[in-house]
Each structure stands twice: as C-alpha cells, then as structure tokens.
C-alpha cells in the first residue's frame, strides 16, 4: 500500500524500469518527510509555489543496483540551487523564475559499468552538490567504463501534482500530454544533455518507443541522428524524461509547446528542428511540406518531417527564421493570433494595457475574455505573443 504516490498515477506516467520499486521509493519518501523537514514541507504542499532563491523543489530518490542489492537513497536538495549563468531546461513556460511548484523524480541506475565504482556513499557525495565533490580519479574510471554501460540510467521527472495520492486521479483525466527527453553523460547529468520536446494525445511512453524504433531504422530527423551518435561515441549514461505538464485541450498545450520551444530555441541543446505548437503547423503549410489544409495530429508532425528528409537528404530543411512570410510580422500574426481559442492582437493590447496600470491577471481574464488566467499571465511576462507589437501605430 503506497502513502505519498498514486499508483494508478505512477503506473500511467512513470517508465517501466521505474515500476518494480514503487514500494521502496513511496517508503523512502515516507522516511525522507519525517527526517528533512524542507522535503516533508513540499510533499505536504504539491501546489504551492516555492521560492527559487535558496533551492529548487525537486525530491530525487535514485535506485542503485550493486553486487545484486537494491540501495535507496536521494540527492540532497542542495544539489539543485541554481548555479549562476545557468538556465535549466527544466523550467516551463508558465513559472516564473524566481519560484516554482514542486516536481518528483526518481532515477533506477542498474549497468554494472555504471555501478561499479558507484557505491552509496561515493553516489551521495556525487550528488550532494551537483558532482563538485567527487574525486577526479573516480571520475575518470567511471567515464572510460561509462562508453561500454549498455542500459543507460533512466531518470523520469513529473510535477508532484501528478504524482501525488489524493490529487493525482483528477488530471489524469487530462487527455495531453507535453513531455521532454533530455539525455547524455559526465557534467550533463541530470538536466544539462541535449533535449527534445514534444507533445502527444497518447501515452508519452508509447510515443518514446516511436522515437526509439526511428532511432534504430536510421531516422535523419537530427533528435533521432544525435542520439544514435551519442550511443556509438559512448556519451550516453542517462535518459531522463520529463512530463512538463497535462492539459484537455490540444490548444492549451500547443500553447505550452511552441512557447517552450520559442524560450530554448537559441540553446543549441535543443533537438526540434521546427518551432513548436501551432508555430510548427504554419511552418509545415508554409514550406508545402503538408497540403494547404491538413491539420497534422501532434504524433504526426515528426513522421512528415523524416519522409521529407529521407526524399530529399540533400535539400534539408529551410531555417524557419529566414522564412519570408515569417519573417514578415503581419504573417506572423495571422498565425499567432488567427486560430480559434487564441487571443486576438486586440485583446493582446488590452491586457498589457491593463497590467501596466496596476489590473491582476485574475481581473484581467474576466474583462478581455481570456481562456484562463494562466494564458494572461503569459502575456504579461512575454511568454507568449512576443511577434505582437506593443501598438498598431
């Protein structure tokens, strides 16, 4: 019987590897809230927003196989302050920077090249601040056997919200899904390696064993491309997925989706070839690369663009910043404002207007209109709409 995690919810979102040590990890975390009073404060409080400044709230509970026992144990909430200069790819789109709601992740490191000179106590100073503690000749041994592990650590990381006994069973219901696949090795470890980020009406997991059968077939699309190099190179220790968020409406999470994909597209971690979201879709009508009015569903967009790529290798895809229709801002605006369930350039206007005379989001929604109060607050902190002009003049 589980206390802390849902195990309905926890069967549904969390990898398989993951699924034999539900017990032990829901046990660790029980023990963990009665001797850390900071974690037992975030498991009691999964929707409350933390500040920032000291730590992020992130529990991370890790399963160690060694000499064929099971050991049980988590990184220090210090291992996850922010380091100055240092974006983590974690970070959605709707948090502000200075705060966040908590997230659980659980990690089960099993290959014995992985293993073998990571014992409980040296993986504890390893991650009691991000790895500075680790002495350099253990470092050194466990990147040369690292090339040869054959089952990279997986790592998996949900909002607590999802997670949580009580609360979970209700967003469950939600039908989409926004995920993110981050992996690679040494100083990359946990959140730092290259990324992709994606969204699906089905499970994410069933969506993972797509993107690895392309993989395996020699998909050209550069996530697929990268991470077979990364196998062949041997810098590949970990796999670390993320569910960034749930929503019920395909709308709403394109709307996660492109606004994510916009923040990140200058980081050359980042493995999406095209903008995210509805952004995407107009980049896909622009180019031909779909007819005038198909609407690919989300688990569809990546298969249009490996046939293209594998019918025309040499051409590639053309850099959706030097498209001339997007990068002409009244194009853009048709795209970005035009679709239903999104916010007009008039309601845009309205609700910088209101909020730099002193409005709430809250009151803000109500008077233009806005889905949510979340869409608002978008707005306001230049999450989203960013091509819509501050006026028509």
């Not at 089905?202 to 550069?222: Q, T, V």
């Not at 960034?244 to 999406?272: C, K, T, Y």
């Not at 198909?294 to 249009?304: F, H």
Request: hydrophobic content about 40%.
């Amino acid at each position: 019987m589980t206390i802390i995690i849902d195990k309905e919810a926890f069967r549904h979102y969390a990898p398989k590897e993951l699924h034999p040590h539900l017990r032990q990890f829901d046990a660790y975390l029980v023990q963990k809230g009665v001797q850390d009073q900071r974690v037992r404060k975030i498991i009691e409080n999964p929707f409350a927003f933390f500040s920032a400044e000291s730590f992020f709230p992130v529990i991370h509970v890790i399963a160690l196989l060694k000499d064929g026992t099971w050991n049980y144990f988590s990184a220090s909430l210090d291992r996850y302050k922010r380091k100055e200069g240092h974006r983590l790819v974690s970070e959605d789109e709707n948090q502000n920077p200075q705060s966040m709601q908590p997230w659980l992740r659980l990690e089960v490191v099993s290959d014995p090249n992985l293993t073998s000179v990571f014992d409980k106590s040296v993986a504890l100073r390893a991650l009691a601040k991000g790895g500075d503690t680790l002495d350099p000749e253990d470092l050194k041994v466990y990147s040369e056997l690292a090339k040869t592990a054959k089952a990279p650590a997986v790592l998996f990381t949900a909002p607590l919200v999802l997670m949580k006994k009580g609360v979970a069973e209700k967003l469950m219901r939600q039908r989409f899904t926004l995920y993110q696949h981050i992996f690679g090795s040494g100083q990359e470890y946990p959140d730092d390696g290259m990324f992709y980020v994606g969204i699906t009406a089905r499970d994410w997991k069933k969506r993972w064993s797509e993107h690895r059968a392309a993989i395996n077939r020699g998909s050209p699309l550069k996530f697929h491309r990268v991470y077979r190099e990364r196998t062949v190179q041997g810098r590949l220790t970990y796999v670390h997925h993320k569910v960034m968020g749930v929503a019920p409406s395909l709308l709403e999470i394109q709307d996660l989706e492109e606004a994510f994909v916009a923040a990140h597209w200058d980081d050359d971690r980042l493995l999406n070839m095209i903008p995210g979201g509805r952004a995407g879709i107009a980049y896909l009508h622009e180019h031909g690369r779909i007819a005038k009015n198909a609407i690919p569903t989300p688990d569809n967009v990546e298969r249009v663009l490996e046939a293209w790529l594998r019918e025309h290798p040499r051409k590639g895809l053309p850099a959706p910043w030097v498209s001339k229709n997007w990068k002409d801002d009244s194009y853009a605006l048709k795209v970005i404002c035009g679709p239903e369930g999104r916010l007009s350039i008039e309601q845009v206007f309205a609700i910088r207007s209101l909020a730099a005379g002193g409005a709430s989001a809250e009151q803000i929604a109500t008077q233009v209109g806005a889905r949510n109060i979340q869409q608002v607050q978008r707005v306001i902190e230049r999450k989203t709409y960013v091509r819509v002009p501050e006026s028509r003049d």
